[in-house]
């Protein structure tokens, strides 16, 4: 397992340097210090690397939900955590743009963007249907359609050539989502 995560370190490591058209599975298992077929036995597709690498990228993004706490509170924590991760990990903004870019030319990493970008609209809807519900957000718009929103605006911003991401951008834009539906 020790060696499948240094793996999925190192491609995430490479999108994030030279962007997606430069990660090539020699170079991921180069950086590891393994050969190709060690790769290869981990992970027999490029597609198999590319969800590990999105699982790792999501699982930066879990840490922003906490799981205690009322549905209001772990709506802002999970504000505040996106705003750490631009702050801390502009990497992981950096990977998931390249994705998402790579996603309108290959229908595989498109199935695996949808998939993410679901799970993700879910659990944001469900926060803010718990926040309506407790009286912490104003916003009258259903929770699936500010989830969108939300999602939309932020993938936007990964999207945003490396200069762009700015951690100060981020949270302005942060800010004003955060006005729209308190």
């Known amino acids: 397992m020790e060696r499948q995560e240094a793996l999925v370190q190192a491609a995430f490591e490479l999108i994030a340097e030279r962007g997606f058209e430069g990660l090539r599975t020699r170079d991921v298992a180069g950086k590891v210090g393994v050969n190709i077929a060690t790769l290869h036995y981990y992970f027999p597709t490029k597609e ?3 969800r ?3 699982g790792y990228a999501m699982g930066r993004f879990r840490t922003t939900l906490q799981p205690a706490g009322s549905p209001g509170e772990q709506l802002r924590a999970h504000f505040a955590g996106v705003r750490r991760l631009a702050r801390d990990e502009p990497k992981v ?7 998402a870019m790579r996603a309108r030319r290959d229908r595989a990493i498109a199935a695996i963007v949808r998939d993410v970008d679901a ?3 879910k659990t944001l809807a469900a926060l803010l249907r718990g926040a309506a519900k407790e009286g912490a957000i104003a916003s009258e718009a259903k929770s ?7 999602v939309a605006t932020l993938k936007g911003l990964f999207i945003v050539p490396g200069d762009g991401r700015d951690p100060k951008e981020i949270d ?3 800010r004003a989502l955060e006005r729209l539906i308190g």
């Open 48 to 50: 198999k690397l590319i």
């Open 52 to 54: 590990g690498v999105v």
């Open 93 to 99: 903004f950096a990977v998931m743009g390249e994705l």
């Open 119 to 121: 799970t993700w609209q």
């Open 144 to 150: 699936g359609d500010l989830a969108a929103i939300i």
């Open 172 to 174: 302005r834009h942060l």
